[in-house]
């Protein structure tokens, strides 16, 4: 069996009296989906913020590439090849949708502190920035305003950005948020390529994606995991039916 | 290519800059070349201010300290070069300089070395925190000039003779305003390139979304600092100049009053604008000159023009004329 490249043992994170993360434990293989799915308030985000190096959990580990990455703040975890996006996008507002994507590029280039030549002229960040907006399908918003494009592009600028990281993962909090059934059926179809690029922890409400998508899905219920499973050992689980599948599908 | 507006704007002001002082001398105006001459030293500190303050979104208040630093640096040389008393004897002997390219150097590195050890502290706060604590620290120098009897103290420094610079008569008021003007074009051209460099497009994004640059793996705080020093090195190196123009340094250079004006400049003429703060310094000297010579309290519409550019045109003199600012 392969190593996991990304694996939680027993992370546990208070909030005051609130249990955000209770001893969760999960693992992500290369070139799996595993979708991470729960009722409002179960913790998702919080686990996320928690494997990006945000927040610090009060007690377990995380491994990331056959490391503890434990000690690591955000900016080193990204380094390492951990690309997330957020639940609500968190873009340059006043940057070109271009310059968004070049300014990831700058990152993976490791080359920040240069202070002459011109950035908006080096092909060789703008050709590979292009490419990543082709691919999400936002080339010809190139040179708008991140600001002023649209709630379902700015999703896509957010994939954008991620791509051009080259990451080993993906922690993807809720892409289809708010897309329209015609732009989360396009997500879908580019996530399901994706994940022999990189492996995906995916955070999502909308189920028809969900399922379409996961090798695994994991439920967290009140910072719980409550069952890890195929998505036909997930429909059939009676626990999740009660805590969370009943009301909903 | 066209030109935008902005860019034609930056070229009529340059050359009203240059005209001005050349038509001055022309009539035999020398008070005017003056004016001129410290529009361009202090629009200078301002274009350091302005890569912290307006493309960086650090509102340093405690600029004066590099401005002094710069000021103190020139001073201090020449009182040694002109007293013939070395700087220090043992191991080996410094002496003093009244050479102004060895004291823009010791500026340079003086006001870097200082604006790391300010920003390593200051950078780890934002907001009003960030502000208040700029300040303190510049006051701590400001308090330090001022008990420190070796170099004037409370009184300050003359410098008898303007420094030199090679090939120039610095004491000629015309050709001591090209120097300056010219040293002004170089901290612009300097910025212009900064600000569209890959650097400059990381400093744009720290200024914008810190959460985002983390996510992409750049550390906001290294950008920020970096940032932080160029800034306070260009204000150091027009406060130099300063110290040359008065032929005199004292305190008041690093007074909290001194970051306010150079703050002022950069807001009035427009915040993370190339030539705002240009603009801004010389409205304000135009403003202090003709106000000034009317009634005592010229400050106060100062402080009403200033309100209502902060309320109703952010943008600064550049953005009432030339419209929003464009990215890179």
Request: glycine letters at 0%.
């Given at each position: 069996m392969p190593e996991a490249i990304l694996s939680l043992s027993n992370v546990t994170k208070q909030f005051g009296a609130l249990l955000a993360s209770d001893n969760v434990s999960l693992d992500l293989m290369p070139g799996e989906i595993h979708a991470l799915i729960g009722p409002n308030g179960a913790g998702k985000s919080t686990l996320i913020k928690q494997i990006a190096g945000e927040i610090k959990p009060d007690s377990g580990d995380i491994r990331f590439a056959g490391r503890d990455i434990g000690d690591l703040d955000a900016v080193e975890r990204s380094r390492m090849g951990l690309a997330r996006t957020f639940q609500v996008s968190s873009l340059m507002p006043e940057f070109s949708v271009l310059q968004n994507v070049v300014l990831a590029q700058q990152s993976v280039s490791g080359k920040i502190f240069r202070f002459f030549k011109p950035v908006l002229s080096d092909a060789s960040l703008l050709e590979p920035a292009m490419a990543q907006l082709e691919r999400v399908g936002l080339a010809d918003r190139a040179e708008m305003r991140a600001a002023d494009i649209s709630h379902g592009e700015r999703r896509q600028l957010e994939m954008a950005v991620a791509l051009a990281l080259?990451?080993?993962?993906f922690l993807l909090d809720e892409p289809m948020a708010g897309m329209g059934p015609e732009g989360s059926k396009r997500l879908t179809g580019f996530l399901d390529g994706l994940r022999a690029e990189a492996p995906i922890l995916l955070v999502e409400h909308d189920m028809d994606a969900v399922f379409a998508l996961a090798d695994r899905i994991s439920v967290l219920v009140y910072g719980r995991v409550i069952a890890t499973g195929t998505v036909d050992d997930i429909r059939g689980n009676e626990d999740v039916k009660r805590a969370y599948l009943g009301e909903e599908a | 290519m066209s030109m935008n507006r902005e860019t034609i704007l930056n070229i009529v002001l340059a050359a009203l800059l240059i005209a001005v002082p050349v038509i001055a001398q022309i009539m035999g105006e020398p008070f005017i070349i003056t004016l001129a001459t410290k529009v361009a030293i202090l629009g200078m500190a301002g274009v350091g201010l302005n890569i912290a303050l307006g493309y960086g979104g650090l509102v340093s208040f405690g600029h004066a300290a590099f401005f002094g630093i710069g000021g103190y640096a020139a001073g201090i040389l020449a009182s040694h070069a002109l007293n013939y008393e070395p700087i220090m004897e043992a191991p080996f002997e410094i002496n003093g300089t009244t050479q102004m390219i060895v004291i823009w150097i010791v500026a340079l590195i003086a006001s870097a070395l200082v604006a790391l050890l300010i920003g390593a502290i200051t950078l780890r706060t934002s907001g009003v925190y960030f502000i208040m604590i700029t300040l303190a620290f510049a006051q701590m120098i400001y308090y330090f000039a001022i008990s420190w009897p070796a170099y004037g103290g409370e009184d300050g420094l003359s410098i008898y003779v303007r420094n030199g610079f090679p090939g120039l008569n610095t004491l000629d008021p015309i050709s001591f305003f090209g120097l300056c003007a010219a040293m002004l074009g170089v901290a612009i051209a300097f910025s212009a390139v900064l600000i569209r460099s890959r650097f400059g497009l990381a400093l744009h994004g720290a200024r914008q979304n810190s959460q985002r640059m983390m996510a992409i793996g750049i550390a906001p705080f290294r950008v920020r600092l970096v940032a932080f020093v160029i800034s306070a090195m260009i204000t150091a190196w027009a406060g130099a100049l300063y110290a040359d123009l008065n032929r005199f340094v004292s305190p008041s250079m690093l007074s909290w009053h001194m970051s306010g004006e150079i703050m002022v400049f950069v807001i009035l003429g427009g915040v993370g604008r190339l030539f705002g703060p240009v603009a801004g310094a010389a409205l304000y000297i135009i403003l202090e000159h003709l106000l000034g010579g009317m009634f005592e309290y010229w400050q106060l519409p100062l402080g009403i023009l200033l309100l209502v550019v902060v309320l109703f045109a952010r943008g600064g003199l550049i953005g009432l004329l030339a419209g929003e600012r464009k990215h890179a």
């Open positions: 080259k990451p080993r993962a | -």
